[in-house]
Structures are given as C-alpha cells and as structure tokens.
C-alpha cells in the first residue's frame, strides 16, 4: 500500500478510504483503500468479477457504501446533498462497458446530449464541441450515424467523446478494450494517451487487460477479492515483490492467483 507522502495531499483527487460494500449477501469490496492521482492516467486492474464495475459505481455515487467513505476532489461522495451529488456526477465523464450510447440518437445527437442537459449553450455552440470532440476520436465523418452502423471500435469511439462532451476533470473508462481486437485495442489505448495529453485531468480506466496497462498505465492499482492488492507508480508495480502482484502482471498461470 503506498502511504500518502506528508504534504503531498493535493496529489489525490479521489479517495476511497476502507470501503465495504456486501451485494446479494456476499463482500464484494471488502475495505478497498486506494487514493487516484490527479492529472495521471491509472489503471485499476483485477480480474473478472472482482468488483471493478461496482468500485466504479461508487466513485460517482452510484452505489453507496455499507461502511467507509468515498472523497472526491476534498467532498465525502455518500454525504453529498442530492443537487450536489448531481453536479458530481455531472462533472465526471464515465465511459460504459459495452459504450452505452442511445440507439435512436445519431452520433452527434449522443455527444451532444450532455451538453443539451447539463449546459445552457446555444446549439450553434455545441455544434462546435462536437465537431471538435467527434474529429478528436477520428469520428468527424460519421456524426449522421447511429449506434447500430458503427462497429464495436467506433461505438467505443463515439462513447469517449461523449464522455469528454462536458470537459471533465475525471475521466472513467470501464474496460476500454473489452471487445476490440488487439489492434483496435492499441489504437484506442492510443486514443486515450493523446486526449489525456491534450485535455489534461484524472482518468481511470478499469481493465484486467495487462497490455493496455504496460502501454498506457502512470499510476497501477490491482484489486483483487474486494480489496487493493497493491498500488503505486507503474515502475514500481511492475518491479512489485508481491506474489500476487508479479503472477497478475505478468499473466503466469503458477502463483497465488487460481481460478476461485
Ligand atoms: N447490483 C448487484 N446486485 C448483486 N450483485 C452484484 C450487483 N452488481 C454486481 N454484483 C456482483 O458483484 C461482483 C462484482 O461485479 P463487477 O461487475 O463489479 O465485476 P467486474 O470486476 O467489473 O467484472 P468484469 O471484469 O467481468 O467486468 C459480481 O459477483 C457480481 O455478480
Ligand atoms: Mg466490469
């Protein structure tokens, strides 16, 4: 666990202090402590059903927790009053799973939608944050589309740059890369480097996909089983003594980690 260097509070923009959350009667995040750099790409990486997507959920107040508290940006996420939840979760870009993009609305009519709902711009001014964030994702062509004509990549696509409509200071991508092939895989990672080098902020991309993690990874935590593993710089985790750590990093099938 990396211990919070005295002074060096304003590195974190998110805290999760020793969170608990039981579903259905089972310990599904069973006291994740884990603090999120701001201005850095992390990657939280776990395997299948380890609690990624529920973690995530909690992080925009989706999901409260049984016991311990989420920070964001210096405000307890479980206390916030509801308007302010809301601007929470307004503030936040969250790219989905499987993308999440209206099936009736055309690409540019998905990008736009926040800015529509949560913005009193003119349309002529969304037009402009569109185009923009559309040609950003390489999709600038294809505004007139909708979900169903685009591949599996390009959905992926049109889904980051609606994350990205409203500016964001914390960017979350659940499983970017589940889906793609290795190549659409790399492009994407790509992607996401360059909008993090353009637009700056804190992104967090869940993935138990350790490639993506190498290529694009500043900051790595590993859950497993509910709880942080480990977390800390990408060097120092792929240098990590930790058993469990090295196996998952390093994708061996011989180490602590079985199939249970
Ligand atoms: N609303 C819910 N009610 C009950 N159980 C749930 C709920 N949401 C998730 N779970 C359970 O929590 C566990 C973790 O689910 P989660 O979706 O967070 O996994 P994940 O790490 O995101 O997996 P994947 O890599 O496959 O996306 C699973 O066992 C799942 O069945
Ligand atoms: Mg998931």
Redesign the pocket.
């Known amino acids: 666990m990396t211990a919070l260097p005295p002074g060096d509070e304003n590195r974190w923009s998110i805290r999760c202090i020793d969170v608990h959350k039981r579903?259905?009667g089972?310990a599904?995040l069973d006291g994740v402590t884990l603090d999120i750099p701001d201005d850095t790409i992390t990657i939280v990486l776990?395997p299948?059903?380890?609690?990624?997507?529920?973690?995530i959920k909690h992080l925009i107040g989706l999901m409260f927790p049984d016991s311990g508290d989420i920070v964001v940006h210096g405000n307890s996420v479980p206390q916030l009053p509801l308007p302010q939840l809301l601007a929470l979760r307004r503030s936040i870009g969250v790219l989905f799973?499987d993308g999440a993009l209206f099936g009736s609305m055309s690409v540019f009519d998905n990008v736009a939608f926040p800015l529509r709902q949560h913005t009193e711009r003119s349309e002529a001014e969304i037009a402009t944050v569109v185009k923009q964030r559309l040609a950003d994702v390489g999709l600038g062509a294809f505004e007139h589309l909708h979900p169903s004509e685009l591949s599996g990549g390009m959905r992926k696509r049109a889904g980051f740059a609606r994350a990205l409509a409203i500016e964001p200071d914390i960017v979350i991508f659940d499983?970017p890369d589940s889906g793609l092939d290795p190549v659409r895989t790399a492009l994407l990672c790509e992607l996401i480097q360059e909008m993090h080098a353009t637009y700056g902020g804190t992104y967090i991309v869940v993935t138990?996909d350790i490639a993506a993690a190498r290529r694009i990874g500043e900051y790595i935590a590993v859950l497993w089983k509910g709880r942080i593993v480990e977390s800390g710089d990408a060097a120092e985790m792929f240098a990590s003594e930790n058993p469990f750590v090295r196996q998952f990093l390093s994708g061996s099938a011989s180490g602590p980690l079985g199939m249970d």
């Open positions: 579903l259905g089972v599904i776990g299948s059903g380890t609690g990624k997507s529920v973690l799973q499983e138990h």
